[in-house]
């Protein structure tokens, strides 16, 4: 990873500190919630431990979309 793309998914990563994220060696990107147990209720919402993307830009819709939820 460059150290532009660390820098992004640095931000990424202080904008949403509940979740913890990685690149994968294949490019794709994940984020699961720190130490959360979602309820069945939660996940009938919609809600995700885990999302993944194939880009930065849509990790970070995800995020959104899962801060919604909450």
């Known amino acids: 990873m460059t150290s532009s ?3 992004q998914l640095d931000e990424v990563r202080a904008t949403f500190p509940a979740w913890a994220m990685f ?3 294949e490019g794709a990107y994940y984020a699961t919630r720190r130490g959360v147990i979602l ?4 996940l009938k919402m ?3 431990r ?3 993307a194939e880009d930065l830009p849509t990790l ?3 995020l959104h979309e899962q801060a919604k939820l909450n």
């Open 5 to 7: 793309l660390d820098a």
């Open 39 to 42: 309820s069945g209720e939660q």
């Open 60 to 62: 970070v819709e995800l």
């Open 23 to 25: 690149r994968s060696d």
């Open 46 to 48: 919609g809600m995700h």
């Open 50 to 52: 885990t999302v993944a």
